[in-house]
């Protein structure tokens, strides 16, 4: 199925006559391919360093727009001539492509900003972004609004912004490369999560990270409102170093401060200046884990603001069914809960993970993309009985449970890492697949690294296999 989307023929003054290069053909590529279409651009370039099948099919997609295509090209030479570059957030600050194009001083934009100038002031959008629980919290608020949701978890902005009529309302969850190139994206509500060291092999440093996510309220005015999960020191440190120029909105998950939303006597409760009361008990939420309730009450605030009931917001929080591959139970067996949560790809949502969870036989490794798993060295000697390393960041993992005393196997794979989990865990235990690392050492996704534990899981019930055992 073709990834391209559908976009409005309109001029953009901001794009007449400039020669456009987009670097990359993925998803975010071929949708800002898709929204330059009509808006009086002279010529436009598009650059992969990659040339499979699926790269060449959309290539032969920009070429049938009139594009200028190179694959498996890394020289920015080609750029020649270009003066404005839509950047795909595979791409790091350091990459040939990049780097040469911002050094020939080309203007770098995100997708999502492209999609951005493309509506023209038209939708309301809300924002979210943070280390951590972005994409729950998205759908959480997209449902609490009726809205459609896009952005880094699922289709492109110029998908929904960059059409005739775009929706009256979009929720867009933004990582920090999309937002490291976005000068005048305009979040009507800016949502910041947490904030704690990660992809430091794209960004210099965490200064950049940190920079980064501030931009979802850096084109803020006066009426908009940066929503600010307090709890998180990370979060915390980022409003101090870049002050919102809206309205903060805190959110704890104590008791609510007077304009924000927080918890009391077991209920999510709002204190805003139009919607003050009780929005949901926790008892009726699908999860009691501290991370979803603190993405539950970023959410809620976010929708409340944004126009939605409380009423509304309490009853969609409350139907929630969170996504695959967070903190997801795959089976109990023998009294032993088996938890497949791939999507922390970083040591702080590993963390968060382990906290919540008192005996635990921990999988975790992968691609450690620059950080530093020491943070976790303190959860190890009073949750964790086993770690079971995996993956290119194996030694790490290994390392970080030999200082904190706690034994552990090296395993290689997801498959031998559940065998051994199983030969091990105890009734009581939680077997805990929390990699605090990317997947791209051994998976193409995290999706796919946790479909990976959930049929080795399944695979243990084969007679043949307990046979084996």
Known sequence: MS??????????????????AVLGLGLSGAAALAALAGTGVEAVVAVDTRDTDAVRASGERARARGATVHLGCTDPAVLDGC???????????????????????????????????????????????????KTTTTELAAACLDAPAGGNLGPPLCGLLAVAEPPPTVVAELSSFQLRFSATLRAHV????????????????????????????????GEDAAVIFVDDAG??????????PARVVPVTLAAPPRGGVGVAEDTL???????????????????????????????????????????TVGARLAAFRPGPHRL?????????????DSKATNPHAAASALAAHPSVVWIAGGLLKGLSLDALGELLPDRVRLVLAIGEGAQAVADLA??????????????????????????????????????????ASYAARGEAFRDAVAALDDPAREGAR
């Open 3 to 20: 990834t391209d989307v559908v976009a409005a023929d309109a001029a953009v003054p901001e794009l007449v006559g400039r020669r456009v």
């Open 83 to 133: 003066d404005l570059a839509v950047t795909s957030p595979g791409l790091p600050l350091a990459h040939p492509l990049l780097a040469g194009a911002l050094a020939r001083g080309l203007e770098g934009w995100s997708e999502p900003e492209l999609a951005w100038r493309r509506a023209s002031g038209r939708t309301q959008l809300v924002a979210i972004t943070g280390t951590n629980g």
């Open 190 to 221: 800016g949502v910041l999560l947490n904030l704690a060291p990660d992809h430091l092999d794209w960004h210099p440093d965490l200064a950049d990270y940190a920079a980064s996510k501030a931009r979802v309220w850096a084109n803020q005015q």
């Open 235 to 244: 979060a915390r440190q980022v409003r101090a170093t870049h002050p919102p």
């Open 269 to 311: 409760v709002a204190r805003l200046p139009h919607a003050e009361g009780p929005i949901a008990a926790l008892a009726d939420l699908p999860s009691d884990e501290p991370a979803f309730l603190a993405d539950a009450a970023c959410a809620a605030a976010a929708a409340l603001i944004a126009g939605a009931d409380r009423s």
């Open 328 to 340: 997801e139970e795959v089976a109990v067996r023998r009294g032993v809960r088996w938890i497949n």
């Open 402 to 443: 030999a200082r904190a005393q706690v034994p552990v196997r090296h395993a290689g794979t997801i498959a031998e890492a559940v065998l051994l989990a199983a030969q091990h865990a105890e009734p009581g235990d939680t077997v805990l697949l929390s990699p605090a690392a990317a997947s791209f050492d051994q998976f």
